[in-house]
C-alpha cells in the first residue's frame, strides 16, 4: 500500500499547559504540508517507508541550546480508532516508533493522552535507513511484529520540522488513522 | 499569616532576600553554585545563579524583552536564548601556551586569552552601567536566580507536567526523567532562569539548594556571600528576615512584578549617592533614577527607599533601628531562618 497523505497541523489549542494554546497558533497550516506512507506486510513483518519534503534539514543539534532535530513517528492504536489527534486517551493507548535525525536508532513510543509519550528502546526493528536527498527526507525500516498493526489495520503519522523549531505538539500529523490495506 | 501565601499555592513557601547595598560584584556566590550544581558539560554555558551589571543587557542577553510575559503580565511568545549571542559559549584559556612562554627565555611572551570568539557572557556588560561621568554615571550588581514563582510560567508552560512545586517548601523542580527537552520552559521564564542541558537533553534549573535545605543550611549562594547580603527563610515565618523585610518593612521587593508570577526572591533596592552639577555640586537626585528601578522592581520602590533612607538617618544619629541592624547582618544566624534544624549557620 501506498499513500499521499495531505498533513495538518496538529491543533494546538489543546495542547496541555498554558503556554503552547496561548503562543502557538495552527492557523498558518502544517510546516510540511505532504508526505507519502508505504506500508508493506510479509511474513517478515510490517515494512514502512516515509517521505515527506523538508528544505532546510536539521540532522544534529550539537551543543546549541535552541537547535532542535528534525524527527517522525509511526503510529498505530492499541484498540481501534482511539483518538489519533489527542495521542489516544485513556485506557486507549497508541504506540510506535519515534525517528529523531541525530539518533542512529528509533526510539518506542507510547501514550495515553497528550503529554503522556513515554519513550524506550525500540524492539524488533530491523533494516533503518535515512535519507535526505533534494529537498525530501526517507526513512525506511521493519518491524519483525506489530500485534496492534495486525488487528488494527491503522496507521498514522506525525513529522516534526527541526528549521521550525517543531517538537512535542507543533507537529504536522496525517489527519486521521490511515486505514492499511494489504 | 497564611494570606501571604497565595490561594492555590504550597502550605509553605521558601524565600529569599537579596540586599543590592551590599553586593560587592564579586560572582562568589556564582561559583559556589556553579561548582556545587552545574558541572555538567552539556550546560557549561548555564549559570543558575548569576550577577549582571545594571543598567545592562544582562545574562542572557536581553533577558527582558525575550521572556514569555509582556508588561501587563499576559503571556507571550518567548525565546530561546542562543548559546553564542544570548548566553555566551564556555570557552577555555590557553594557559598552556602562556605558561610556557613565560618560561623560555627570548620567546615571545603569549597572553592569557580564551580560545575563541566569545561573542557575550555572564555579567559581558561588567560595570559599565549608564550615565555621564562625573555628573551621573551609576551601575549596580543584580545578582539573578530562579524565583521559585509562586505562579511558576515554566511549570505551567510544560506541557508532560516535568516541573513541579513542593507542597512543602514552594521550590519549583524539574523531573528530569520526565523531562523530554522540549524547552517551552526556557521559553516561557521571563527571568529566564532555566537552562538547556545539551548533552543530556533534558531542563535544569536552580534548586534552592534542596539537599542543604532539608538539613537546616542556607543555599550555597547564600552560605558563601562575603557581603552578607542574602536572607533566607519562609514567607510566613514572622520571626524570619524574609517576612521583616518583606512584610513589615516593606523594604524587598520582587524583580518585575508586573509579570505576574509572584516571585519569591525579593530585592532590597540599592540607594545611590546624588548626581552632580556641572560645577560638581550635589543636585539631590539619586544617581540611579528611580524610574529605572521602578521599571526592575515596580511602583514601591520609591516608599523602600524612603524608608531604607530613613532607617539609616535614625542609626547614623545613634538610634536604635531594627532594619538598619538586621540589613547589616551583624548576626549573622538572624540571616537565616531555616526552622529547627538550622544549627549549621551558628558556626558563621
Known amino acids: 500500500m501506498k499513500k499521499a497523505l495531505d498533513l495538518i497541523a496538529a491543533p494546538t489549542g489543546i495542547q496541555p499547559g498554558n503556554y503552547v494554546p496561548v503562543v502557538y497558533s495552527d492557523l498558518d497550516g502544517p510546516k510540511t504540508p505532504t508526505a507519502s506512507l508505504e506500508v508493506e506486510h510479509s511474513t517478515r513483518g510490517w515494512r514502512f517507508r516515509v517521505a515527506w519534503p523538508c528544505p532546510e534539514p536539521v540532522r544534529d543539534t550539537g551543543d546549541e541550546s535552541d537547535r532542535f532535530p528534525d524527527a517522525a513517528a509511526v503510529l498505530v492504536p492499541s484498540v481501534g480508532d482511539a483518538p489519533w489527534v489527542t495521542m489516544g486517551a485513556p485506557g486507549q493507548a497508541i504506540g510506535g516508533f519515534l525517528w529523531r535525525a541525530d539518533r542512529e536508532t528509533l526510539q518506542s513510543v507510547r501514550a495515553e493522552g497528550l503529554g503522556s509519550v513515554q519513550r524506550g528502546e525500540a524492539k524488533g526493528v530491523r533494516g533503518l535507513a535515512s535519507e535526505w536527498h533534494s529537498g525530501e527526507w526517507s526513512l525506511g525500516f521493519e518491524v519483525a511484529g506489530w500485534k496492534e498493526l495486525d488487528e488494527t489495520h491503522q496507521v498514522a503519522i506525525a513529522v516534526w520540522r527541526g528549521s521550525a523549531r517543531q517538537r512535542a505538539g507543533l507537529k504536522s500529523i496525517s489527519p486521521g488513522w490511515v486505514q492499511v490495506t494489504t | ?348
Not at chain 2, 560584584?25 to 551589571?53: H, M
Not at chain 2, 559599565?128 to 536566580?145: C, M, Q, V
Open chain 2, 1 to 348: 499569616m497564611s494570606d501571604i501565601l497565595e490561594s492555590g499555592s504550597t502550605q509553605r513557601q521558601l524565600a529569599m532576600v537579596l540586599d543590592l547595598n551590599k553586593c560587592l560584584g564579586c560572582q562568589t556566590c556564582t561559583v559556589a553554585c556553579k561548582k556545587l550544581w552545574n558541572k555538567d558539560s552539556g550546560s557549561d554555558y548555564a549559570y543558575w545563579n548569576s550577577v549582571e551589571t545594571q543598567p545592562g543587557r544582562g545574562y542572557p542577553a536581553e533577558w527582558r524583552e525575550t521572556g514569555g510575559r509582556d508588561s501587563e503580565g499576559a503571556v507571550k511568545r518567548g525565546e530561546i536564548p542562543n548559546i553564542d549571542t544570548g548566553y555566551g559559549r564556555a570557552w577555555n584559556f590557553n594557559h598552556k601556551q602562556t605558561f610556557e612562554s613565560s618560561g623560555k627565555p627570548g620567546a615571545q611572551k603569549e597572553w592569557l586569552r580564551p580560545d575563541s570568539n566569545p561573542k557575550w557572557g555572564a555579567n559581558w556588560d561588567e560595570d559599565r552601567g549608564a550615565g555621564e561621568y562625573p555628573g551621573s554615571n551609576h551601575y549596580f550588581y543584580l545578582p539573578r536566580l530562579c524565583n521559585h514563582c509562586t505562579h511558576a510560567a515554566c511549570l505551567e508552560a510544560c506541557p508532560r507536567k516535568s516541573i513541579y512545586k513542593r507542597e512543602e517548601d514552594g521550590i519549583v523542580l524539574v523531573d528530569q526523567d520526565r523531562c523530554h527537552g522540549y524547552r517551552f520552559c526556557v521559553e516561557a521564564c521571563p527571568y529566564k532562569k532555566v537552562y538547556f542541558d545539551y548533552e543530556r537533553q533534558v531542563a535544569n534549573k536552580c534548586i534552592f539548594c534542596l539537599p542543604r535545605i532539608e538539613e537546616g543550611v542556607p543555599m550555597a549562594c547564600a552560605r558563601q556571600c562575603p557581603g552578607r547580603l542574602r536572607f533566607v527563610g519562609y514567607r510566613d515565618d514572622p520571626d524570619g528576615p524574609i517576612w521583616k523585610l518583606v512584610d513589615q518593612w516593606k523594604v524587598a521587593l520582587p524583580l518585575h512584578p508586573e509579570y505576574g508570577l509572584a516571585p519569591n526572591v525579593f530585592y532590597v533596592p540599592p540607594m545611590s549617592p546624588p548626581q552632580l552639577d556641572a560645577r560638581g555640586r550635589p543636585t539631590g537626585e539619586p544617581r540611579i533614577p528611580l524610574s529605572y528601578l521602578e521599571s526592575l522592581f515596580g511602583d514601591s520602590v520609591g516608599g523602600a527607599l524612603e524608608t531604607l533612607v530613613a532607617e539609616r538617618e535614625k542609626r547614623k544619629q545613634g538610634t536604635p533601628s531594627e532594619l538598619m541592624d538586621l540589613l547589616i547582618a551583624y548576626d549573622w544566624n538572624q540571616s537565616f531562618a531555616l526552622g529547627p534544624k538550622d544549627a549549621e549557620v551558628s558556626l558563621g
